[in-house]
């Protein structure tokens, strides 16, 4: 079976500095898989790489479809959903704009509201928070808000930045128990971007690991996991 997301030696670049050198990343239908490595790896470029964001070349293919060549907005249509660092909600907009803006492509009415409905069984908090102003969320919340805006427009593959970055460990277990539940309930496939990769490898399947712009190892979460001497070399313990 085809995999769901196929990168074949993707570079990519921000002007004339190349960041990318021909990586080779697969995301298999209903699974999680990891993309780990030290700061300044190259994990946030290869998700904007991915959804169209960066200058880039090679293939990248969504279910067989070549999506090099295409716009963020088509790419997204496509089915990938793209959760950035640093979150990415609007601030100054109410919580339940927020879930508009992602709902943006569903042009019935009705679905709209059963979509939001969705988001808030998944995330009560942010019904109770609805009619706030986003930039008023905690940090958690904000998150919480940008992976539901995301889920808004039902991804197929969704690429989730350092979605524990700055949270409370409370709340980082809290996002990723519904991360599970998305993947395990839903079928959601997520290709994950972690610093922290501990955390990232129980969720995981399948990693992949970047040190300066290239992949330098692929194989299970549990190799990973099991592998003191790959930890210490590229994770840092
Ligand atoms: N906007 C940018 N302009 C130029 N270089 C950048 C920009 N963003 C990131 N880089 C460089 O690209 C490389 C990879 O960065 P990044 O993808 O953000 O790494 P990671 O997400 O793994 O920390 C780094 O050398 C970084 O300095
Ligand atoms: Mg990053």
């Known amino acids: ?16 500095v190349t960041v990318l050198h021909g990586i080779d990343l697969e995301v298999s239908r209903g699974r999680v898989t990891a993309l780990l490595g030290a700061n300044g790896a190259g994990k946030t470029s290869a998700l904007r790489a991915i959804c169209g964001l960066l200058t880039r070349k090679g293939s990248i293919e969504l279910d067989g479809r070549q999506v090099i060549g295409l716009g963020t907005e088509d790419i997204a249509r496509l089915g990938i959903g793209h959760v950035p660092d640093g979150r990415g909600t609007f601030t100054q907009l109410s919580v339940e704009d927020n879930l508009r803006l ?26 109770t928070r609805r009619l ?18 995301a889920l808004m427009s039902h991804p197929r593959l969704l690429l989730l930045d350092e979605p524990s970055f700055g949270l409370a460990p409370r709340i980082v277990e809290e996002i990723f ?36 712009g290239r992949i330098v ?13 790959i930890r210490r070399a590229y994770l840092g313990g």
């Open 1 to 16: 079976m085809t995999p769901l997301l196929k990168v074949t030696n993707l570079s990519a670049s921000y002007g004339a």
């Open 102 to 127: 992602g709902g943006i492509f569903q042009k019935e009415k009705k679905r709209l509201a059963s979509d939001i409905e969705r988001i808030y069984a998944y995330f009560p908090i942010l019904k």
């Open 132 to 149: 706030q102003q986003a930039g008023l969320l905690s940090g958690g919340e904000q998150q919480m808000l940008a992976v539901s805006r």
């Open 177 to 212: 128990s519904i991360f599970r539940q998305l993947n395990e309930k839903e079928g959601l496939s997520i290709l994950l971007v972690e610093q922290n990769a501990t955390l990232a490898l129980e969720i995981a399947q399948e990693a992949y690991l970047i040190e300066t």
């Open 217 to 229: 190892f692929t194989g299970s979460a549990a190799s990973v996991r099991n592998n003191e001497d």
